[in-house]
């Protein structure tokens, strides 16, 4: 026994004489890199942020009858934007870039980008300031991997890592934002880009910080949906049931994209006269429904708050669809994922007034992530999100009617760049 306690005693020393080694990531230049990356996407973000709201506050002045010529006049501009100064595409652009065009995201319409999303988004208008945050911080991801010459998968890594550091930024959910970045590039393979997992996480850890620092944001819930209790083995089958309501009308924005577009897109105008009529068409929307106007951020809450008779609530939901879709063919700049979960709010609560019994939460939880799943294909992060973004801590559920919508989506996806090479079908 003695020879024994000798022997592990000299191997702890030669243990101990050993220098200690590090994870090969921890210190490193592309650890620095991706940090780096995402304190400077978490202050972009912010600063965007701070100016997106601060216009939001002084255009809420025009209300009433004003705010038809007020969007139309936004919308004039924001196409004068795009067309003197570049234009900086859309979601579509972003996901063919990263996969076709060795992931490089050219900065150089980013000016473009800024000026004609903020005029969009704090306007009114039915998209959110992820898109442009996306384009934004992913850009910057490229600009920064140039620098430092990077080529390959580690300069595409570094773009979706600055996608991320954007998402994250915006949904305040680090995990969810990374998956994001890397799920929405393609609608089957949702890690066909693995290798740009850490440094997505990395980056938007980073992000959050300088982001949560920037705009004092805290850690609860931004529309608190945690009032659920549990009641049985059936709350699954009513999740994929809601989910299933609400992949209809997952489809049913689709094809309302499809109407405006090819309406839009039948003579060849210039873009700033489409988003002149875009605005037109969203103002008369909003005069009608006020609620209806802005991306959701905050009209969720208001929306579950409220005592909407049903009809009202009917009434949201068809145009609050078409608002988003006039918003996404018409030249406007911005996202569609916040505008789609207050579309699933709308449709939760319409569930409820039909069927009193159905537990509320649950209905709107479900059709906000089937929704979303149904038009981005991205089930994995939605589920993330969601639970995030809501406070509901019962994670299975969400997951449930993310895939149920995920699984009864269209063939061809919305996002028409997430279709995979003919080389790879």
């Known amino acids: 026994m003695k020879l024994k306690s000798k022997k592990k005693l000299v191997s702890y020393l030669n243990i101990l004489d050993q220098p200690v080694r590090f994870n090969p990531f921890v210190f490193s230049r592309t650890f620095l890199l991706w940090a780096f990356l995402g304190l400077v996407g978490g202050t972009i973000a912010g600063a965007y942020w701070i100016a997106l709201e601060f216009l939001t506050h002084q255009f809420a002045f025009f209300t009433g009858w004003q705010v038809i010529p007020f969007m139309a ?21 972003i996901v063919n870039n990263i996969r076709f065009n060795k992931g490089k995201l050219d900065p150089k319409n980013n000016p473009s980008m800024v000026l004609s999303s ?15 945050l996306v384009q934004i911080t992913g850009s910057t991801g490229t600009w920064i991997g140039k620098i430092f010459r990077l080529k ?5 890594s570094l773009s979706i890592a600055g996608m991320a550091s954007g998402f994250t930024a915006l949904f305040g959910a680090p995990l969810g934002g990374s998956l994001f970045s890397l799920e ?7 890690v066909e880009y693995y290798k740009a997992i850490i440094p997505a996480f990395v980056a938007s850890c980073f992000s959050y910080l300088i982001f949560a620092l920037i705009v004092h944001l805290g850690l609860g819930p931004i529309w608190d949906l945690s009032a659920y209790e549990y009641s049985g083995i059936f709350d699954f089958g009513y999740a994929v049931l809601f989910a299933i309501i609400g992949a209809c009308f997952g489809w049913g924005f689709i094809f309302c994209t499809k109407f405006f577009k090819s309406v839009f897109e039948k003579r060849p105008i210039p873009i700033y006269i489409k988003t002149l009529i875009g605005g037109l068409l969203l103002g008369t929307i909003a005069f009608y429904l006020p609620i209806t106007r802005y991306f959701g951020h905050h009209e969720i809450n208001e929306l579950i708050a409220g005592d909407f008779s049903l009809t009202v609530l009917i009434a949201i939901l068809v145009f609050k669809l078409v608002a988003i879709s006039i918003t996404v063919t018409s030249g406007w700049r911005g996202g569609f994922i916040i505008p789609l979960f207050f579309v699933g709010t709308t449709l939760g609560l319409i569930i409820h007034q039909l069927f009193p019994t159905v537990n509320l939460t649950l209905a709107i939880v479900s059709c906000m992530a ?56």
């Open 184 to 190: 929405i590039l393609h609608h089957k393979h949702a």
């Open 152 to 156: 390959g998968e580690e300069l595409r």
């Open 370 to 425: 089937a929704i979303n799943a149904c038009v981005t294909r991205t089930p994995m992060s939605t589920t993330i999100l969601l639970a995030t973004l809501t406070g509901f801590g019962h994670f299975i559920p969400i997951l449930f009617a993310s895939l149920t919508g995920y699984f009864l989506a269209p063939r061809i996806p919305f996002i028409g760049a997430q279709m995979e090479n003919k080389e790879d079908a």
């Open 118 to 132: 903020l005029l969009c988004v704090a306007s009114g208008g039915s998209l959110g300031p992820e898109a442009p």
């Open 73 to 93: 006049v936004c919308g004039l501009l924001a196409g004068l934007v795009i067309h003197f100064i570049g234009d900086p595409g859309e979601i579509h652009l």
